[in-house]
């Protein structure tokens, strides 16, 4: 078992690496390489530090929800995070490159909430009837463990290597978008630079959000009305290593862009 100071020790790692903008080791030398109940109690201290510095939360956001990334890291379900306030951007505001440390983008779907998922046995049925819209997104991950040399309990306790995120601006009713059929391409200047698909993301966005609905009610933190999820990644994701727009197309959702440029956040 974990001990309470090895929690700590790690989520104080992760801290400094946020606001020093030096990526730190990997957590894994403290909490273990497959303790995923631990690295989750990690998380939890890093999103208390957030809260008590006047963060709020905004949604949640759902990776690993790849087979072959799941492969990679030697699991067989996805993991999630948590979108705070500071991480939300409007299509085309600038994102200031300073304020990341390793980024990368990534073309998803997002749900927004007009229900409250709140049971451990939510399925398909309950997802569409607590969506309110569904919209275009780029989730821009990032990680704090220098080299992105993440196993599975390095990405859980960093948040599930989250940044930001960005969305577009035309919602759509979930019964309006074929979303396992959706295709999905990201474009920079003009070259396509990842491409996928609804099917990629578990088969279909749902699914995931089915998931994400069971595993947060099984741990008594139920998604509510207006959570904004991020339901993950529709193709191979894209490193971001100079100032400039990314747009993700999305069929039937329409087009999103992030824009970022030099600086550091105020």
């Keep these: 078992m974990t001990t309470t100071a090895a929690l700590n020790a790690a989520a104080m790692q992760l801290i400094a690496a946020t606001e020093t903008g030096v990526p730190c080791a990997p957590v894994r030398d403290i909490i273990g390489e497959t303790d995923q109940d631990a690295a989750y109690q990690v998380q939890a201290r890093v999103t208390e530090h957030r809260l008590a510095g006047g963060q709020r939360i905004v949604g949640r956001k759902i990776g690993?929800?790849?087979?072959?990334?799941?492969?990679?890291?030697?699991?067989?379900?996805?993991?999630?995070?948590?979108?705070?306030?500071?991480?939300?951007?409007?299509?085309?505001?600038?994102?200031?490159?300073?304020?990341?440390?390793?980024?990368?983008?990534?073309?998803?779907?997002?749900?927004?909430?007009?229900?409250?998922?709140?049971?451990?046995?939510?399925?398909?049925?309950?997802?569409v009837r607590a969506t309110d819209c569904v919209l275009a997104a780029i989730e821009v991950v990032d990680s704090r463990i220098s080299g992105w040399d993440i196993t599975i309990s390095d990405t859980i306790a960093d948040n599930a290597s989250s940044g930001a995120f960005v969305l577009g601006t035309m919602p759509r009713l979930l019964h309006e978008v074929d979303l396992p059929g959706l295709g999905m391409v990201i474009e920079q200047r003009g070259q396509v630079v990842s491409a996928g698909a609804g099917a990629a993301?578990?088969?279909?966005?749902?699914?995931?959000?089915?998931?994400?609905?069971?595993?947060?009610?099984?741990?008594?933190?139920?998604?509510?009305?207006?959570?904004?999820?991020?339901?993950?990644?529709?193709?191979?994701?894209?490193?971001?290593?100079?100032?400039?727009?990314?747009?993700?197309?999305?069929?039937?959702?329409?087009?999103?862009?992030a824009q970022f440029v030099e600086g550091v956040s105020g």
């Design 64 to 127: 690993l929800t790849s087979r072959s990334v799941q492969a990679q890291l030697g699991v067989h379900s996805p993991d999630f995070g948590t979108l705070f306030g500071d991480m939300a951007y409007a299509d085309r505001e600038p994102m200031p490159l300073g304020r990341f440390l390793q980024p990368r983008i990534e073309a998803e779907v997002a749900f927004v909430l007009g229900r409250d998922l709140d049971v451990e046995s939510a399925n398909v049925a309950d997802v």
């Design 201 to 257: 993301c578990l088969g279909s966005p749902v699914t995931a959000v089915v998931w994400l609905a069971r595993a947060l009610a099984r741990q008594g933190a139920p998604l509510r009305a207006g959570d904004v999820i991020l339901s993950g990644a529709l193709g191979p994701v894209v490193p971001v290593t100079a100032p400039g727009v990314l747009t993700a197309r999305l069929s039937g959702l329409g087009d999103v862009s």
